[in-house]
């Protein structure tokens, strides 16, 4: 594997098969309501949609309105996606957490380069519901927000954070020069 690599073939299989569930990967959906608002304060044309999942932002923000917005999904999941392509706005809506924890340097990077404005990164800190059918919980990451602030900060500014009953969320421009 090379060191843009951001999941393993074992992995990407396993998330393949549980995307297949209606009940999986739509979380993004109910965040559709702070991405609007992100998006009309920031001024974002684009949205990269990093883990998109079944597309339910897309799906939510519709919902809500928002209509006139360049839409850019990526999810390792459903290759037809293609790679990220950069954009205004880069979400990535619990996802994080079920990133293989040796990649997650690689993945930070990605969200880095392709974030043009702002990014909204949502994290769940503690355990899924659901379980791989190696046995591992869903979440292969559950950390506090305290160890995930610091990784996020060698990468982005944070302009807002919020804690949420499952983890918290984050709103994040590119870092500055020094």
Sequence with gaps: MTIQTKISPAYRTMQEELHKSPKYGVASFH???????????SGAKSISDYGAGKCGLYKGLQE??????????????FPEFGEPKPADLVCCIDVLEHIEIEFLPTVLQDLKRIMLKAGFFSVHTGPATKVLPDGRNAHLIQ??????????????EIAQVQRRPDGFWVITEPLKPN
């Design 31 to 41: 965040m559709a309501p702070i991405v609007k608002q992100i998006m009309e304060q």
């Design 143 to 156: 950390k506090p927000a305290s160890w995930w602030l610091p990784k996020l900060c060698e990468h982005f």
């Design 64 to 77: 809500n309105g928002m209509t006139d917005f360049a839409y850019y999904p990526y999810d390792p999941a």
